[in-house]
Structures are given as C-alpha cells and as structure tokens.
C-alpha cells in the first residue's frame, strides 16, 4: 500500500470534488439540484450563543428527489485511507445531527481515491462516497449509485513511499511472524535491521489502513491476511531477485539441497519456493530446488562438487540472489537445512509457475502457516 501522490493543491480540489459531486447527481433523471455551498458553517439546533469556531461542512447540497427534499453534506479527505474515513464518518455524523428537526439528510466523503475497505467503512455506516477515479456510491431515499473501477490513478509509483519496499517489508516479516505478538518500536527495529524512523513510518502507515492496532507496550498486526494480499499483488519477483539456472545429474531435491548446503557452510543462504514447501507442508512434488544466497558461488566449485551445469532455462537447481537479504530474516530450520519463513515462502511462490500457486495457496491455508495466527 502507498501514499497518494502529491497531484493537487487545496485549491484544485475545491472545483474537482464539486465537479464529481455535480456528475453524480446529474445522474439521476428524478433527482433535482436546488443548491450547492461549500464551506457552510453549521449551526446547533439549540439555542444560546454561537460557538466561536461552529462546525462547517465542506459542501453542503439540498436536492430534492421526487417530492421529497433532501441535505447533502460533503467532507474531502486528503487521503481515502480507512483512518482518514473512520473519522470523516464520525464528523458526517455529528453534521447531520445538527440539521434542522424533520430535514432528511445524507453523508458523502469525497477523497483522491477510495479503497474497498473504505468503500466497505462507508457503506455499513449509512454513508455516501465518491472519488476523483471514478469510484461512487448513493444510496438514500429512492436514489442509488454505485460505481467501482479496478485501478487507482493515484497511487505514487516512487517504491520509496511504499509500505513494501525492502526496508518496509524486513519489519513485516517480523511483525507477520505468528503467534501475532505486541512489538515494541525498539525491539521491532533490532530485529528488522532497520532504523526507527523506519519502524514508526511502518507503524504508521499500518494503523492508517487499520490492519493493526496500538497495544501496551507497541503495536500488533490484526489483520494478518489483509497485509499479505497486499504485499502479494504488490511483489515483483524478476524486479527484487537475480537467478541463475544449472542442471544436475542428481535428481533427488532433498539430496541436491543437501549438497548446496554443504558447499555454501557459513555463507548466509536459505532454501524457498517449492523444497521449503514440500519440508513446511507436503502438497506436491518439487520440480526446482532454489535457494537464496547472499552472492553466487565459484562455478568451477559448483562444477567440481555438484557436477552442476549452467543452463538458460529448465534447470533444476535455482540459485537466487536477492536486492535485499531481509528475505533471509527471519529463518526456520526443518531437517537441518535452513528455510526462508512461511511468508516469504508465500511470497516466492506465488506466480512462480510450475503449480506454485497451488503450493503457496496450500501453505497458506494451513493451520501452523506462519506459526499460527489465530
């Protein structure tokens, strides 16, 4: 998951929200606009002297559907993030309370972008939404809309401001590990190998789209599987990994794995994709034997001890070395042979070919995946 890009001034959004708020009411043969205001203070229904700073809404619309009059009132949001929603829903709320005894009255949040959770947080409210990509949805009255596209034009491409960059997901890792445990910002940045400030931008950005939670004494991922969809529409195998391919004589895996292990001893190295799976959870057979290494071995000692010949395509041991060696932290040990864990393994997997995403989908499902997360 990634910030919105930095496309719009508070000055260009003002005409692009009324725009869409326009459209969508234009959209309805039987609903009438009589007249739209932004900025409006809002006053309470009680009397006494008026706050010093009353409430406003960003946009307030009276529309009349059929013969029935109602008020719409707007809040933007800079970001469609479910926090920034979860408050505006709160501030809709205490806005329509103040309307007048008998007025109808409807909610609509308007941001860049609204996500499926959102959209989700808006609609179990009782709230309307509407976005700058084309996203939308009514529903009051005799009125409904609902509109949702696939891609967000918004999102910053920069990999620096995403919350799965390298760095990002090192810290991840740890957090994803099971049983789900409260990390305090310290011992969460000594585990992951990072900085502080990395730490709290990740924390940050995760209670931002609520998958986790402040607890005493840190901060405890609560919807592990939200994290991991994400991450994995997110992941770029080809972009974070350099392969090389050898065929071998040898056809055992485990025996080739084996082997591997013993040539490269102390240099930091871990097994992935379809060996680790096969060791974790048994499901199919294993038709590549790949590893992580921190840089490749000598290929006259690959050569000489392996009998192993470099190939194009189609062998059946995969050396891989990675953009970032946090793929390799945390490790787990099955069988002596050291495995990258059940969620980079998830990852790996994934798109990999050759039924991997059978394997990824099986490991995933299982009870210990990841060290339990229930």
């Not at 007249?35 to 309470?44: A, D, F, G, T, W």
């Not at 895996?253 to 992935?272: C, D, E, M, N, S």
């Amino acid at each position: 998951m990634v910030k919105i890009a930095e496309k719009f001034s508070e000055d260009e959004w003002v005409p692009q929200f009324e725009a869409v708020l326009r459209r969508l009411i234009a959209r309805i043969p039987f609903l009438k606009l009589e007249s739209l205001r932004s900025e409006v203070s809002l006053h309470p229904r009680t009397r006494g002297p008026v706050p010093h700073h009353p409430p406003h809404a960003d946009w307030l619309l009276k529309v009349k559907a059929s013969s029935q009059s109602w008020t719409l009132i707007a809040e933007a949001k800079k970001l469609g993030q479910p926090r920034e929603v979860r408050t505006a829903i709160l501030q809709l709320r205490h806005s329509l309370s103040l309307l007048p005894a008998g007025r109808s009255g409807y909610g609509i949040i308007l941001a860049p972008f609204i996500s499926e959770e959102s959209a989700r947080l808006c609609e179990e409210a009782g709230m309307g939404y509407a976005d700058l990509a084309g996203n939308a949805f009514l529903s009051f009255g005799q009125v409904f809309i609902q509109t949702r596209v696939a891609e967000n034009p918004f999102y910053e491409k920069r990999a620096v401001k995403s919350i799965f960059t390298p760095k990002a997901a090192r810290i991840l890792r740890q957090l994803l590990q099971g049983p789900l445990q409260v990390w305090k910002v310290k011992d969460l940045a000594s585990a992951a190998g990072v900085s502080l400030g990395h730490v709290s931008s990740v924390r940050q950005q995760l209670l931002d789209q609520e998958w986790a939670v402040e607890e005493t004494p840190g901060l405890r991922i609560t919807r592990p599987d939200a994290v991991l969809d994400a991450w994995a529409a997110s992941d770029r195998w080809k972009e974070r990994t350099e392969t090389r391919e050898y065929s071998l004589l040898q056809k055992d895996p485990l025996k080739i794995a084996t082997q591997v292990h013993r040539l490269l001893g102390r240099q930091p190295h871990a097994f992935t994709q379809w060996l680790a799976a096969g060791l974790r959870h048994p499901h199919s057979s294993t038709p590549v034997t790949s590893v992580y290494v921190k840089q490749f071995p000598d290929e006259a000692a690959l050569q000489t001890q392996l009998l192993a010949r470099r190939v194009e395509t189609g062998g059946s041991l995969r050396l891989v070395m990675p953009s970032d060696e946090g793929v390799m932290n945390p490790l787990q040990t099955v069988r002596g042979l050291p495995l990258v864990s059940d969620v980079q393994l998830y990852l790996d997997l994934s798109g990999a070919g050759l039924r991997g995403e059978e394997a990824a989908r099986e490991l995933r499902q299982w009870k210990d995946f990841s060290g339990g997360w229930s």
